[in-house]
């Protein structure tokens, strides 16, 4: 029995491949550029960099390995799973839905980071949830960019302190409250 159809039909569509911590499907007609070996390599070192920093192994935790959809553009996605804009990871059911730009794309440590907090969750999907019923946006988001940490021109903690020093910075209480982090500009 397949309990979701848009999966069965992503299958259809895509190949897969697999390395030690991953299942990989991906549009080979239409990924001509995406070089699915290079992802495995750059999706097995964030998962090493995302153990080391969680001191967790989700796969191990989960008993099996995560699945990648990897869309080779915003239509195919959007066509296939109904998502045009965003990248999704499901830690409830240890998958990822992503478009990869190359070797060393923040999108890919951003989703599975996701996946690394599901063993921390008190909740059956698997996310931080406040009051037992609302999604804790301001932790799930949260510990997912500062597992990210892109090391860019600019350093995060300098904006942070810059902001800080200026009163510009959100309160902490505030958006990590139950609406505050809906009610920050996302930057």
């Not at 070089?35 to 099996?64: C, H, M, N, S």
Request: hydrophobic content about 45%; proline content about 4%; glycine content about 6%.
């Amino acid at each position: 029995m397949i309990k979701n159809l848009h999966i069965f039909i992503i299958l259809f569509f895509f190949l897969s491949c697999s390395s030690e911590h991953f299942v990989i499907y991906y549009d080979e007609s239409k990924s001509q550029s995406i070089k699915t070996t290079i992802f495995i390599q750059d999706a097995e070192l964030r998962y090493w960099q995302l153990q080391q920093f969680f001191d967790e192994d989700p796969v191990l935790w989960r008993g099996r390995k995560i699945e990648i959809f990897l869309y080779p553009d915003s239509t195919t996605q959007y066509r296939l799973m109904g998502s045009r804009n965003t990248m999704v990871a499901r830690p409830w059911t240890h998958q990822m839905h992503i478009r990869w730009k190359g070797e060393g794309d923040s999108i890919l440590t951003h989703e599975m980071a996701h996946l690394f907090t599901a063993p921390f969750a008190e909740h059956f999907m698997d996310v931080p949830i406040r009051y037992g019923f609302m999604l804790d946006l301001g932790i799930l988001e949260g510990v997912a960019a500062a597992a990210q940490w892109e090391v860019d021109e600019i350093d995060d903690h300098i904006v942070s302190a810059v902001l800080i020093q200026n009163k510009k910075a959100p309160k902490l209480q505030t958006l990590f409250g139950p609406a505050g982090f809906w009610t920050q500009p996302s930057g």
